[in-house]
């Protein structure tokens, strides 16, 4: 049998299994950021400072890095196995 074909299809499957568990762990990310802003006191919708909007915008990226993150790893493990 073919081995390229059979580890892309190993690939596939670990890349489904990490897409699927990091998007189960962004609800755990949202209470986090969730407490983060209870625990510090940002008033993020009348911020007071620049360095107050700083921290709400860099707060408020996590989730969105985190999809970026989950996702190219989940591509980068499908392109690798297609290119060797």
Do not use: E
Request: proline share 2%; charged share 10%; with cysteine.
């Amino acid at each position: 049998m073919n081995k390229k074909g059979q580890t892309l299809g190993i690939s596939i499957i670990i890349a489904i299994t990490i897409f699927i568990v990091g998007m189960m762990s962004i609800n755990f990310i949202k209470d986090a950021v969730t407490d983060v802003r209870l625990a510090t006191n940002l008033n993020c919708a009348a911020p007071t400072s620049d360095g107050t909007k700083l921290t709400c915008l860099a707060v408020d990226f996590v989730v969105p890095y985190f999809i970026i993150i989950v996702l190219s790893a989940t591509g980068g493990i499908i392109t690798a196995r297609l290119l060797l």
